[in-house]
């Protein structure tokens, strides 16, 4: 469901741009898709923890979205 509105709003929002927005949208799951898990057992080895994981990923989320 989480793509499903997440797709209307890009594509509300891109209305002159619509299938770039969706794309991107796509092309960035994708991406995450190979390096979230890479990212995060490389930081769960080196700190030894499952929490530094959790911290960059949340960390990462608020830069994003300007928070």
Known sequence: M?????LAVVS????G???AG???VNSMYGIGAIIGPALGASLLVKYGSWR???IA????GFHA???
């Open 2 to 6: 989480q793509l499903t509105a997440l």
């Open 12 to 15: 509300s929002y891109l209305a």
């Open 17 to 19: 741009h619509r299938g």
């Open 22 to 24: 969706i794309g991107a």
């Open 52 to 54: 530094a994981p959790m």
């Open 57 to 60: 990923f949340g960390l990462i």
């Open 65 to 67: 979205h300007g928070l």
